[in-house]
């Protein structure tokens, strides 16, 4: 008995003795890097009173609240939320942000866009006039300009709502006098906003009669895709984007997730496998650095190496990679024909100073000769005015 409590006793001091990184692990095991906070608001809205009701979005909302929890995030959930509802849990959520933050909001439900801007609609909304839902609504812009302010270390809007215009008719994830859910108007930097579906879209609940999954197509390959170990979160949402899209086309249907990116940084919902670890009892030493993002060490080791091969082996591992196209335009510079070389004239030596000597005495005699004919000339004409002279002074006897 007595060596059962001296284990028990040993496991617990062990465990007080964890640094707050090791300490801090939920969801597969994994640790969440040291010093990083991890906040979401989620909401998910069903039961409308004056706008057709929804069958899924609760679900996913329950669903994204489980698998972020899993993944350490501190989830503050309403589900059929009205007005007031809506604003405290956004109050509550944008409390808790800092500047070690990851901030996640994910909407399903009903949105609409009035004069650019989008508003995601409360439960209790009355939709007939546009006032009524300015007035009442939540708008999407305020939400991302305040997380913008919190400078997070990354801010991710989710909205599974649909950006047609079914105000009346179909049971979609759309409402509004003029159209669906806009290209964000909003001015924040460091936020990126992903729609479930492209303009004038449905996203579809479920792919056909035969499909019993609870979550809408959007949503169930969005927790697929954070569930993937050392997946960053800019390569998660493409990935989510390439499946919808596929998926959704194989049953006839387009719908196109939007991705509006001016984040900055990155993040791991699940961190690499290769992540290890390690429990320590000297707590005071400082935590171990931050994993960086596979990506950004990936391209720093070739980016350099002046072989086509390594960077051609970067656009393999990383297909989405922040530096795709730099390693394409490398590659394109290392492979291209080196340019003509002009052919090489050979210059003409310098005249030596015999070359030079020899015009000036040719020069000379030049000057020479002519100095004889001109006297041999005047000679001539001297003879020849001697001999008339001679002549005339015979006639004259």
Not at 1 to 7: Q, V
Not at 110 to 124: E, M, R, T, W
Not at 292 to 307: A, M, N, R, T
Request: with cysteine; net charge neutral.
């Amino acid at each position: 008995m007595k060596k059962f409590a001296l284990a028990w006793m040993v496991l617990a001091i062990a465990l007080l003795c964890l640094p707050a990184w090791a300490a801090d692990t939920r969801g597969f095991g994994r640790a969440i890097p040291a010093g990083e906070k991890r906040v979401a608001l989620v909401i998910g809205n069903n039961e409308y009173t004056h706008v057709e009701k929804l069958k899924n979005a609760v679900a996913d909302a329950k669903a994204m609240k489980q698998e972020l929890a899993r993944l350490g995030f501190d989830v503050v959930f309403r589900q059929n939320a009205d007005r007031n509802a809506m604003n405290d849990a956004v109050d509550e959520f944008l409390g808790k942000l800092s500047t070690e933050a990851v901030g996640l909001v994910f909407y399903a439900g009903h949105g609409v866009q009035i004069k650019s801007a989008n508003y995601l609609i409360p439960v209790d909304v009355q939709a007939e006039k546009e006032s009524q839902i300015l007035n009442n609504a939540l708008d999407v812009g305020r939400v991302t300009e305040m997380m913008a302010d919190s400078k997070a270390k990354f801010s991710l809007v989710v909205l599974d709502a649909c950006r047609d215009n079914p105000f009346k008719g179909s049971a979609t994830r759309g409402v509004g006098n003029t159209r669906g859910l806009a290209q964000p108007a909003t001015n924040a930097s460091g936020v990126m906003v992903v729609y479930s579906a492209g303009a004038n879209q449905r996203a579809l609940d479920r792919l056909d009669d035969r499909d019993r999954d609870p979550n809408g197509l959007f949503t169930r390959e969005f927790l697929k895709a954070i569930r993937e170990p050392g997946v960053t979160v800019k390569s998660a949402v493409e990935n989510v984007r390439q499946s919808v899209i596929t998926q959704a086309k194989a049953v006839g249907h387009a719908q196109t997730p939007a991705i509006y990116d001016q984040s900055t940084g990155s993040f791991f919902f699940t961190l690499p496998s290769d992540q290890k670890v390690t429990v320590t009892v000297e707590p005071k030493k400082a935590a171990p650095a931050a994993p960086q993002d596979q990506d950004v060490l990936f391209w720093q080791s070739v980016k350099e190496s002046g072989d086509p091969a390594q960077l051609r082996l970067y656009l393999q591992k990383f297909p989405n990679g922040e530096y795709v196209d730099l390693a394409r335009l490398e590659i394109k510079r290392l492979e291209a024909p080196p340019p003509p070389v002009a052919p090489v004239v050979a210059a003409q030596p310098p005249p030596s100073a015999v070359d030079d000597a020899q015009v000036q005495a040719e020069l000379q005699r030049a000057r020479e000769e002519s100095a004889r004919q001109a006297a041999k000339a005047q000679e001539e004409r001297a003879w020849d005015e001697e001999v008339e002279r001679r002549s005339r002074s015979r006639r004259s006897r």
